[in-house]
């Protein structure tokens, strides 16, 4: 119980970030000269919440690990149990085109890289036309997911509990479609007879369309990149956790993104969720 209240103040403290974070974005959407350990292009604004975050996480007691998608390797935070691993703005290309962006918190109890039946709680927070969490705490599969407002004081308001709609609506799929490999192409060909195309190139932002309507985002194994592009410890875990505790599925593409192995910190995997059904069909499909 005590390890599950240490969350739950992981997910607090980031809340109570989000106003600062979302207050400094107008002046940081310049790129640096700089690039993360992915490979991508590093916005100021990628920095400052980082920085932000490390401070604001890494100081609570129940932290000893911060880890985030902007830096090489974890910082030793204290003697805290939880190792925190975090996006700080995921999506931030969005920023040019003022366009949703997310951070994304995961929740390990245990060192990092950590697989996803490790974590304790997740959650994202939406910086859309109003500033929302989406948050769960306790083990996979225990742990039901809410919608909370984040108010400018950074507290939370709950919402209410997420459940996927059963009848499906939406589908986002990440990569080009010349590049995605030929089964997941015939999938992409049956779904899009069925579901209407929502794709902003935010996952947070997708994946929070697929909770409100229902449906499937992926960012598949494309062919010039066979792990995809999105990573396990800062993104793949995280939204497989949400997903599923709203009562929906995860694949890398042959089973739960949760069970994955986790090899080393910046690993990318092939993410799928949504809906049950679409997701069985998925991996029928990859076969
Ligand atoms: O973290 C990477 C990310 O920004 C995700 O939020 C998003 O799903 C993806 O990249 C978008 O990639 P692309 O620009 O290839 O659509």
């Given at each position: 119980?005590?390890?599950?209240?240490?969350?739950?103040?992981?997910?607090?403290?980031?809340?109570?970030?989000?106003?600062?974070?979302?207050a400094g974005l107008p002046g940081r959407r310049?790129?640096?000269?700089?690039?993360?350990?992915?490979?991508?292009?590093?916005?100021?604004?990628?920095?400052?919440?980082?920085?932000?975050?490390?401070?604001?996480?890494?100081?609570?007691d129940a932290v000893g690990t911060y880890a985030s998608e902007e830096r090489a390797s974890a910082v030793d935070t204290g003697?805290?149990?939880?190792?925190?691993?975090?996006?700080?703005?995921?999506?931030?290309?969005?920023?040019?085109?003022?366009?949703?962006?997310?951070?994304?918190?995961?929740?390990?109890?245990?060192?990092?890289?950590?697989?996803?039946?490790?974590l304790v709680a997740a959650g994202f927070v939406l910086y859309g036309p109003v500033t929302t969490m989406v948050a769960g705490v306790g083990a996979p599969g225990e742990a039901d997911v809410y919608e909370y407002l984040v108010t400018a004081d950074g507290d939370r308001e709950e919402m209410g509990v997420i459940a996927l709609p059963d009848d499906?609506?939406?589908?986002?799929?990440?990569?080009?479609?010349?590049?995605?490999?030929?089964?997941?192409?015939a999938y992409v060909d049956e779904v899009e007879d069925e579901l209407k195309l929502r794709y902003g190139g935010a996952m947070i932002a997708d994946v929070s369309q697929v909770l409100s309507y229902g449906g499937v985002f992926a960012y598949p194994a494309?062919?010039?990149?066979?792990?995809?592009?999105?990573?396990?410890?800062?993104?793949?875990n995280p939204v497989a956790y949400l997903v599923e505790g709203a009562g929906g599925r995860s694949s890398d593409g042959t089973g739960p993104i949760l069970d994955v192995t986790a090899t080393d910190l910046h690993q990318r995997v092939p993410?799928?969720?949504?809906?049950?059904?679409?997701?069985?069909?998925?991996?029928?499909?990859l076969q």
């Amino acid at each position: 119980m005590e390890r599950l209240d240490a969350a739950e103040s992981v997910l607090d403290a980031a809340a109570a970030a989000a106003p600062e974070i979302r207050a400094g974005l107008p002046g940081r959407r310049r790129y640096l000269d700089e690039e993360n350990p992915s490979g991508e292009e590093v916005l100021a604004a990628d920095v400052f919440a980082d920085d932000l975050l490390e401070t604001a996480l890494g100081d609570l007691d129940a932290v000893g690990t911060y880890a985030s998608e902007e830096r090489a390797s974890a910082v030793d935070t204290g003697d805290g149990p939880l190792s925190v691993a975090v996006d700080p703005l995921d999506g931030s290309s969005n920023l040019e085109s003022n366009n949703p962006m997310g951070t994304v918190v995961a929740v390990y109890d245990g060192t990092l890289p950590a697989a996803g039946r490790d974590l304790v709680a997740a959650g994202f927070v939406l910086y859309g036309p109003v500033t929302t969490m989406v948050a769960g705490v306790g083990a996979p599969g225990e742990a039901d997911v809410y919608e909370y407002l984040v108010t400018a004081d950074g507290d939370r308001e709950e919402m209410g509990v997420i459940a996927l709609p059963d009848d499906p609506t939406v589908y986002g799929f990440g990569g080009r479609v010349p590049d995605w490999p030929a089964d997941f192409a015939a999938y992409v060909d049956e779904v899009e007879d069925e579901l209407k195309l929502r794709y902003g190139g935010a996952m947070i932002a997708d994946v929070s369309q697929v909770l409100s309507y229902g449906g499937v985002f992926a960012y598949p194994a494309l062919e010039s990149a066979p792990n995809g592009k999105l990573r396990l410890q800062f993104e793949g875990n995280p939204v497989a956790y949400l997903v599923e505790g709203a009562g929906g599925r995860s694949s890398d593409g042959t089973g739960p993104i949760l069970d994955v192995t986790a090899t080393d910190l910046h690993q990318r995997v092939p993410v799928h969720v949504g809906n049950a059904s679409l997701i069985e069909r998925l991996e029928s499909a990859l076969q």
